[in-house]
């Protein structure tokens, strides 16, 4: 498996997004992409333009769902994933956002670690956090 393939597979966990699901895959993200991390066969433009093969040709309303799934693909597992790994890992993705964000200004993202967002799932009463538990 390689980068592309394996942000483009990861599109399914886009359906269980929630406090309950993201930890685990969350989890099995950061382990499928350690090792295509440690020497990536394409630089964050080349990943670019391979991700952008996949919506060209296709019908305009597929095209921009398409892209908007690979964006959070990319928001909520690939960066704080990389973040996590660090070092050359975290630079690709904050180069992999920048070079995004110059291509595609209309649909920026930004990097983000796992914890920040975490945190979004948590509600608050009264002002104090409330974590929701897995059960």
């Known amino acids: 498996m390689n980068l592309k393939e394996l942000i483009l597979s990861s599109r399914a966990e886009l359906a269980h997004f929630n406090s309950r699901h993201y930890p685990d895959a969350f989890s099995s993200f950061l382990a499928a992409l350690t090792p295509l991390l440690t020497e990536p066969e394409d630089r964050p433009d080349q990943l670019i333009d391979a991700l ?3 919506w060209e040709g296709l019908r305009r309303k597929e095209s921009k769902n398409l892209s908007w799934d690979i964006k959070l693909v990319l928001t909520y597992y690939f960066s704080p994933a990389a973040l996590r790994i660090g070092g050359e890992a975290a630079e690709y993705a904050e180069a992999l956002c920048e070079e995004w964000n110059r291509r595609f200004p209309r649909n920026r993202y930004q990097t ?3 914890e920040s967002i ?12 409330i974590r929701f538990l897995k059960r």
């Open 112 to 114: 983000g670690d796992y």
């Open 118 to 129: 975490v945190s979004g799932f948590d509600q608050t009463i009264l002002g104090i956090p």
């Open 52 to 54: 952008s093969d996949e």
